[in-house]
């Protein structure tokens, strides 16, 4: 009976190994943070994002199995143009509409097309599109796993305790590219550290003589999400971006204006 008690006390335990020995996940972003409260430059800039693909070519992993679905998310740039358009709060740039740019062009083809059948040659002309000074390219460059693992256990008369933990590691990279002339202006890599870890305790008793066995086992595992990371490493890259920009005096900015 005391053996059971004690179980269930591991039991409750074992969450509080979980996330009291790690580094545990990001509850609250400082990558948004940080790029959220920018100070709004003099002028916006008018930027466009056409991919930001997965390069590194990771599948995701099952006991050693690669799997047909990626390790990262293949939708890195809506995440750029999220983490951009939340500069400053949006006082930064001006991201205009690349991605599904066929689409928009056929809509917009549409629209002609009626306002000429429907009120002829004077109908409303539609406003040209924007286009862009800057394009920022890049992808996700390398997602590095298993890079650090280990753990700790410990086991008395049947009644055994375990800590596991492993890091992952995620990189983007991202660059500006002057449209007018193709040079790359600002280039900057960041990476983010992926956590899990994972707690479990377990009872392995006899009873009565040695013919009664009592077995129990209880565990938790917590895993920080890879597409949450990617998240962070953009816009920690598209923050450094800005930093790297106002350093060189690359943008219409003056601190303090």
Do not use: H
């Not at 539609?126 to 280990?150: K, R």
């Amino acid at each position: 009976m005391r053996a059971l008690v004690l179980a269930f006390f591991l039991y409750g335990c074992a969450p509080l190994a979980v996330i009291g020995d790690k580094e545990g996940p990001i509850i609250e972003r400082p990558s948004l943070s940080s790029l959220v409260n920018l100070p709004a430059p003099k002028q916006k800039a008018v930027i466009s994002v056409y991919k930001f693909p997965d390069l590194t070519g990771q599948r995701k992993d099952a006991d050693n199995m690669a799997l047909f679905s990626t390790a990262v998310t293949q939708g890195g740039d809506l995440y750029l143009i999220e983490a951009l358009m939340n500069a400053g709060r949006g006082t930064w740039f001006t991201v205009i509409e690349r991605i599904g740019l066929a689409n928009l062009t056929r809509e917009r083809q549409l629209i002609v097309n009626t306002r000429t059948t429907y009120d002829g040659e004077g109908a409303n002309k539609l406003q040209p599109l924007l286009y862009s000074g800057l394009i920022m390219e890049g992808g996700i460059i390398s997602y590095d796993s298993n890079y650090l693992t280990g753990g700790i256990g410990a086991r008395y008369l049947g009644i055994g305790v375990n800590n596991r933990y492993r890091r992952d590691r995620v990189t983007v990279s991202l660059r500006a590219v002057l449209v007018q002339t193709g040079e790359i202006l600002l280039n900057v890599s960041t990476s983010k550290t992926i956590f899990s870890a994972g707690a479990g305790s377990d009872v392995f008793k006899f009873y009565e003589a040695g013919t009664e066995l009592v077995e129990i086992e209880s565990g938790l595992t917590e895993n920080e999400t890879v597409g949450y990371a990617v998240k962070i490493a953009i816009e920690t890259a598209v923050y450094a971006l800005i930093i790297q920009g106002i350093e060189l005096d690359m943008w219409d900015y003056k601190e303090g204006e």
